[in-house]
């Protein structure tokens, strides 16, 4: 699925790290899923958890077997856009990204006026595609300290980036201290916490792996570039 700050393709260079001395039976926790673009590619036990209650309702559905229409056009979007309150939410999570210019909340329409792309029938291939990949995972739609975690688990934590433009979820803010104390605790506790972000307190945290990539959330690079960063704790 689309969504900002999609890992989807990083997810091939990431996950070889992240997964390295995964024992069998080990739980996989995706704390702030987004799309679903990493967990989709690890195998159970999985649990996936995202705050944004349109997107859990989506994969919810999905796992339940419900697919979009193949194309939805710009007066069914303009109508559901308007009249929030009459659609489910997993239609609204659905419409509200998959079908916008860069993932905005019902944002622009997406399409090409020239003719050659159905970005509509493409956003339902995407998500034919993925369905399946979604089946068994374990779904939460907490903050990512209320999820309750197995003990000696894999964590991944993908949260909104410090200095970038934010989601639509994250707009009253997003305290990270208190996220890097927590990321500590749980790393004491025996868990195996692996973090995404351009930078991190480096007192506390390592980088482990980096790459320069292109990107519309970093504010300071004017949406340019920046550096994609997977850190642990120290």
């Not at 209650?53 to 077997?65: A, D, N, T, W």
């Not at 029938?121 to 399946?132: R, S, T």
Request: glycine share 6%; with cysteine.
């Amino acid at each position: 699925m689309k969504y900002q700050g999609s890992k989807n393709r990083h997810a091939k260079q990431i996950l070889p790290i992240i997964l390295k001395d995964r024992k069998k039976g080990q739980y996989f926790y995706d704390l702030f899923a987004g799309g679903f673009n990493l967990i989709d590619k690890v195998d159970s036990p999985r649990v996936g958890n995202e705050i944004n209650r349109y997107l859990i309702s989506l994969v919810k559905k999905l796992q339940e077997g419900w697919l979009p229409d193949e194309e939805i056009t710009k007066e069914q979007y303009l109508e559901i856009k308007n009249n929030q309150d009459k659609y489910s939410d997993y239609l609204l999570g659905y419409v509200g990204y998959q079908l916008t210019f860069s993932s905005q909340w019902f944002g622009s329409y997406r399409r090409d006026n020239i003719g050659k792309r159905n970005y509509s029938l493409e956003a339902y291939n995407n998500i034919k595609k993925q369905a399946p990949k979604l089946k068994d995972i374990e779904l939460y739609n907490l903050s990512y300290d209320e999820v309750p975690l197995q003990p000696n688990s894999i964590i991944y934590l993908d949260p909104p980036y410090r200095n970038t433009s934010g989601y639509e979820t994250t707009k009253e803010g997003f305290d990270y201290n208190k996220f890097y104390q927590w990321c500590i605790e749980k790393h004491k506790e025996g868990h195996k916490v692996f973090i995404s972000e351009y930078w991190m307190p480096e007192e506390n945290f390592k980088c482990i792996w980096e790459k320069k990539v292109n990107s519309s959330l970093d504010k300071n690079t004017g949406g340019k570039s920046a550096t994609e960063k997977l850190w642990v704790v120290k």
